[in-house]
């Protein structure tokens, strides 16, 4: 369902503006959608990715989201990588944030941004009990999950996709979209879509 959707939101974003620009979700989660569009056979040289968070760590590092998305997507799908955004998180956090809302601004508004949620409501890197600065691109310290610094896309950029996508897999994670669905104060909740959000639930691991 949610390749479906994504590749409807990407035919949709072409059609009408030539590109489909996308803000990818790190974690486990997102893997099996990530391997499933390897065979897809889409149009790469009109598909732009971008990251909803990193972690500082240096680059091709395991941990990191984007070492993530070329080892189970981009490699074996041959993806162009001049449409691969990837923070430069050699640089001190808050320039690297600084270059990042630099490098994308022309891809924003967002076509589609796919978002987990964590255990405490957090998503993208955006944390329970944190204040963030009204920049598209934030920098995040004390983390309460490792590594504690990190950058964001802000709630005003992922307000702004046209759709937003949430992919929630596990047992543990139950409460939370009780939470999610009943509207409560999480970083979750405090985002959605310009046109339409959904919320994609994986009820068997």
Request: hydrophobic share 45%; glycine share 6%; charged share 15%.
């Amino acid at each position: 369902m949610a390749l479906a959707l994504l590749l409807q939101v990407a035919a949709d974003a072409i059609a009408a503006r030539g590109r489909f620009v996308l803000a990818l979700a790190g974690g486990t989660t997102p893997i099996p959608l990530y391997k499933l569009l390897v065979g897809t056979g889409a149009d790469w040289d009109r598909w732009y990715l971008v990251y909803t968070d990193e972690r500082c760590l240096p680059y091709g590092h395991p941990q990191r989201n984007s070492t993530m998305v070329e080892n189970n997507w981009l490699r074996p799908a041959g993806f162009p990588p001049q449409n691969h955004y990837v923070p430069d998180l050699e640089l001190q956090a808050e320039q690297a944030a600084a270059a990042y809302a630099a490098a994308i601004e022309e891809l924003l508004p967002l076509d589609m941004a796919l978002l987990g949620i964590g255990e405490d409501g957090h998503t993208a890197s955006l944390f329970p009990g944190h204040h963030y600065p009204a920049q598209s691109v934030v920098t995040v310290h004390n983390a309460p999950k490792p590594p504690p610094t990190r950058i964001s896309l802000s709630y005003a950029t992922l307000n702004a996709a046209r759709v937003v996508c949430y992919l929630v897999s596990g047992v543990d994670k139950y409460a939370v979209v009780e939470s999610f669905c009943s509207g409560l104060d999480i970083p979750a909740t405090q985002i959605c879509g310009a046109e339409s959000t959904r919320l994609m639930v994986a009820r068997e691991k």
